[in-house]
């Protein structure tokens, strides 16, 4: 396991102009996270943390201020350029899966490998695939289709399609925002064992109950960074998973 | 390079909305369909014109008596009787390059043998006639030379002329009667069907233009003369010669009007070949209508795949995808519905015009060129309306992408 930091943000803003309005969604927030860690950024709606996550995606540029990935600038880069960092570095989960609608498990999940410059014959794409599926336990699935599989399946395939690059760091934009309670916490657990495998992942989440599997809690309002403190009553997901498992039983 | 990656994504996508690529591809399918079915009738067409000029036989020089004004009234050509036989002589004498001449005159008569008659074209010509217009005989042998110099009483039917008087018996040897004159029948012609005109050209009977002048047609004049050249490099100097000939017998003066008209077949074939042309022109600038509007099929499905595949689209660039992919991916998706599409049409067009060729009688005629063209045509159909798309598609902010509902 490497160590140092993964993410490092320097006075980031970010200003979005419609028509006459300036809109100052991220106003200077500066940010460390370690290999290893697992954040929640939490916050209100338009309180810049969604804004915030799309720059440490790589899926947008602050307006000012500078962004070190893994100790490289990528504040500056082109379109094509952050395509490349964000295919190599970074894994993205989303609240609605966003898996491509009659397309196989197996086949979402090597999306990413499509795009990359490593030369891999179907027979290794599909071996790769089936692998980190059965890591996220849907051995068995590979062929079933979005459609066939319950919203928590669909999160893992999206979770695999994540993990397939071996990125250094995970996205997870309200993972949960679309599951049930009893799922959610399935979802943690699987996102906590990553973490015990030393996978950093950044995690945005306006629940507090879900922000308490991670290892640290970000919190912004007005584009700032509130409060960021390390969890002190962490839940476990596979302990919560019992409980509820009891709970349901002795009714 | 990444072109591999491309076209099994893209091929992944199309198969993924079957029924909508099979639709799309459609419009392409119809499109070449068409373009191939009308090329290939208007080929056709054209093929057959083409033949029928050339059993006029080859390098002939046709030269028509000129017209006449009399009271007012215009004659067509023919009607002056300004060519003599005398005309004819001097061509044969005179103009270098000439192989064979053929005087001619006609008329339609009234023709019977037995109990049975038949209304008739009379032709009547040298015996170079049947080598002249490369029209050999299926039975019996033509007259002589001999036969038009004494004007004897024979002559050469028609395969429909003979059909209709003697049926299925053999007509060589049989005495036809016409004018009351007795003619003895020496062959019957090779049927050659109908004239580009839509006139029965076996509907004839063939005479020594002398036996037809002194017994059928009257009249000390020709209708016409047909000449052919040795090869077509002497035709046009033939044709000078026999216009400064036939001016100089005629005795008319520098500046007057020729009175007599020379035509060539290069000429004649010329103007029958510019009609089936125009044709040709015509019914493939139809099928290329629908081609283009195929087309346009193909522009408007991509279209709204794009903007239903947004939220698609999106998380391919947020995996690592960059513009150029996604260019290529919707680029190839239309270009793979318009060249499949255009080789299915390709066969469905072929199919098409020997069904018409054999059930419509039409003649059709689909080269190994209009083919090729037709397919690449389809691909650069493809090209030209996924580019706009594919563009719109490869321009799309991620973020806005996955956001997109």
């Known amino acids: 396991m490497k160590n140092g930091e993964v993410v490092r943000l320097i006075d980031v803003e970010k200003t979005y102009r419609t028509g006459e309005m300036e809109v100052r969604a991220v106003r200077g927030v500066s940010l460390q996270i370690q290999r290893g860690e697992f954040v929640a950024l939490m916050g209100a709606s338009g309180s810049g943390k969604s804004t915030l996550m799309n720059i440490v995606g790589c899926l947008d540029r602050p307006s000012a201020g500078r962004y070190l990935l893994d100790g490289a600038d990528v504040s500056g880069l082109e379109r094509d350029q952050l395509a490349d960092i964000r295919n190599r570095q970074i894994g993205f989960v989303f609240q609605n899966f966003n898996l491509l609608p009659r397309t196989s498990a197996r086949e979402n999940v090597e999306l990413p490998l499509l795009y990359g410059d490593h030369r891999l014959s179907n027979a290794q794409l599909r071996e790769k695939a089936d692998r980190v599926l059965a890591s996220v336990g849907l051995e068995g699935r590979e062929d079933h289709h979005p459609s066939q599989l319950s919203g928590g399946q669909q999160q893992r395939v999206a979770i695999a399609r994540a993990l397939v690059n071996d990125p250094e760091v995970v996205l997870a934009d309200e993972p949960t925002g679309n599951l049930d309670s009893r799922t959610s916490v399935e979802i943690m657990g699987i996102f906590q064992q990553l973490n015990d495998r030393g996978i950093t992942i950044v995690m945005v989440t306006h629940e507090t109950d879900i922000a308490a599997y991670a290892r640290r809690n970000v919190i912004m309002r007005d584009g700032v960074v509130l409060n960021d403190s390390a969890v002190t009553r962490r839940l476990d997901a596979q302990t919560e998973l019992e409980r509820i498992t009891r709970s349901t039983t002795e009714r | ?405």
């Not at chain 2, 004839?204 to 009249?219: D, E, I, Q």
């Not at chain 2, 998706?333 to 069904?355: D, N, P, R, T």
């Not at chain 2, 083919?371 to 902010?397: C, N, Q, T, W």
């Open chain 2, 1 to 405: 390079m990444r072109l591999g990656s491309t076209l099994n994504i893209a091929f992944r996508a199309l198969r993924r909305n079957k029924l909508r690529s099979v639709l799309t591809a459609l419009g392409i399918i119809i499109g070449v369909a068409a373009v191939i079915a009308m090329v290939g009738i208007g080929n056709g067409a054209k093929a057959q014109v083409e033949a029928q000029i050339a059993s006029l036989g080859q390098n002939v020089i046709l030269i028509f008596s000129g017209s006449t004004t009399s009271s007012g009234i215009r004659t067509g050509w023919g009607g002056a009787g300004t060519l003599k036989i005398e005309d004819a002589e001097a061509i044969r004498r005179e103009v270098p390059g000439v192989t064979a001449v053929s005087e001619e005159v006609a008329s339609t008569t009234q023709v019977a043998a037995g109990n049975q008659n038949w209304f008739t074209r009379i032709y009547g010509e040298s015996a170079d006639y049947f080598d002249l217009r490369q029209w050999p005989l299926a039975d019996g042998a033509p007259f002589t030379p001999q036969d038009v110099r004494s004007a004897n009483k024979v002559c050469v039917v028609g395969h429909t002329t003979a059909t209709q008087i003697y049926g299925n018996d053999d007509p060589v040897g049989q005495i036809l009667r016409i004018k009351n004159v007795p003619f003895t029948i020496t062959g019957v012609l090779t049927p050659r069907g109908l004239s580009t005109q839509g006139v029965d050209q076996d509907d004839v009977v063939v005479m020594p233009y002398t036996s037809a002048m002194k017994r059928v047609v009257g009249g000390t004049t020709l209708r016409n003369i047909n000449v052919q050249a040795g090869d077509a490099h002497q035709i046009d100097a033939a044709q000078q010669q026999i216009v400064s000939l036939l001016r100089q017998r005629h005795n008319i003066r520098p500046g007057r009007d020729d009175d007599f008209t020379v035509r060539n077949q290069q000429e004649i074939a010329e103007a029958a070949t510019a009609t089936s042309r125009v044709m040709t022109l015509l019914l493939g600038a139809i099928a290329g209508v629908s081609l283009v509007v195929g087309g346009i099929g193909i522009m408007n499905i991509m279209l709204v795949s794009v903007t239903e595949r947004t939220r698609e689209i999106g998380v391919r660039l947020a995996v690592g995808a960059h513009g150029r992919d996604i260019l290529t991916q919707f680029l190839i998706e239309a270009v793979s519905l318009s060249s499949i599409g255009g080789l299915i049409g390709i066969i469905f067009g072929v199919g098409a015009s020997k069904l018409l060729s054999i059930y419509a009688h039409c003649p059709t005629l689909i080269s190994i060129g209009s083919i090729a063209l037709s397919f690449f045509v389809s691909a650069g159909v493809g090209v030209f309306f996924g580019f706009y798309p594919a563009r719109e598609a490869a321009r799309l902010d991620p973020i806005e992408a996955l956001r997109y509902e």
